[in-house]
């Protein structure tokens, strides 16, 4: 079992930061990539930035106000959100690619979602 815990949503007035960190544990091999997804009511889920071997990906929309970080050795994968706008409100999910054995296909998983409402 694999499981993905997050923490560090909150509210916070426009153009303030928060801090998002997610952490994996369980039974699985490799983990090959980790990142960060967000989604609002009516909305398709869409990426916020992700580490897939080595190599960072980011949204449009948060580029160069979003930090990803990820620590390997502590399967841990966290978000700066800096200079926070309104429509940066919405649940963000964690997210991480990881074969569950060695040579194994590799799978997505979620965790359960961190509310981020940014409001004056």
């Known amino acids: 079992q694999v499981q993905l815990v997050e923490s560090g949503g909150g509210l916070v007035q426009p153009g303030g930061s928060l801090r998002l960190s997610c952490v994996a544990s369980g039974n699985f091999f490799e983990i090959y990539g980790m990142g960060w997804y967000r989604q609002v009511p009516g909305k398709e889920r869409e990426l916020v930035a992700q580490i897939i071997s080595g190599r960072t990906y980011s949204g449009d929309s948060v580029e160069g106000r979003f930090t990803i970080n990820r620590d390997k050795a502590k399967n841990m994968v966290s978000l700066q959100l800096d200079d926070l706008k309104p429509e940066d409100t919405a649940t963000y999910y964690c997210?991480?690619?990881?074969?569950?054995?060695?040579?194994?296909?590799?799978?997505?998983?979620w965790g359960q979602g961190t509310h981020v409402t940014v409001s004056s």
């Open positions: 997210n991480a690619q990881l074969s569950r054995k060695d040579r194994g296909p590799a799978y997505d998983y």
